[in-house]
């Protein structure tokens, strides 16, 4: 099993930087592929980003690629979102999710077995 807490959410204006962190406990969650989605208010869940544990590669969704940056670290606070030049549209409740190694990019939210709780993004006009 593995257990997920995101943490580093907030209120900030148009164009000001966040960074999110996703801290894991349990099995070793360095052989996991990890990946970030979001859920806007009223709306489903979302990807934003993903990291392959084989080679470090990313993808990002068209909406965010350029201003978000998704990294790890080590094997107790694995995964980072580094948001830049936020914008009102990227409010939501932002959740990072593990599976194991795949090898390739994992997009869908059904393909992850393990989420955290959420952390609330808000970002006023």
């Known amino acids: 099993q593995v257990q997920l807490v995101e943490s580093g959410g907030g209120l900030v204006q148009a164009g000001d930087s966040l960074r999110i962190s996703c801290a894991a406990s349990?099995?070793?969650?360095?052989?996991?592929?990890m990946g970030w989605f979001r859920q806007p208010p009223g709306k489903e869940r979302e990807f934003v980003a993903t990291l392959k544990w084989i080679d470090g590669g990313t993808y990002y969704a068209d909406s965010v690629k350029g201003r978000f940056t998704i990294s790890r670290d080590n094997a107790k606070n694995p995964l980072y979102l580094q948001m830049n030049n936020l914008k009102p549209e990227d409010t939501a409740v932002y959740y990072c999710?593990?599976?194991?190694?795949?090898?390739?990019?994992?997009?869908?939210?059904?393909?992850?077995?393990?989420w955290g709780q959420g952390t609330q993004v808000t970002v006023s006009s």
């Open positions: 999710a593990a599976v194991p190694k795949r090898g390739v990019f994992t997009t869908r939210a059904y393909e992850y077995n393990y």
């Open positions: 349990g099995r070793t969650i360095s052989i996991y592929d």
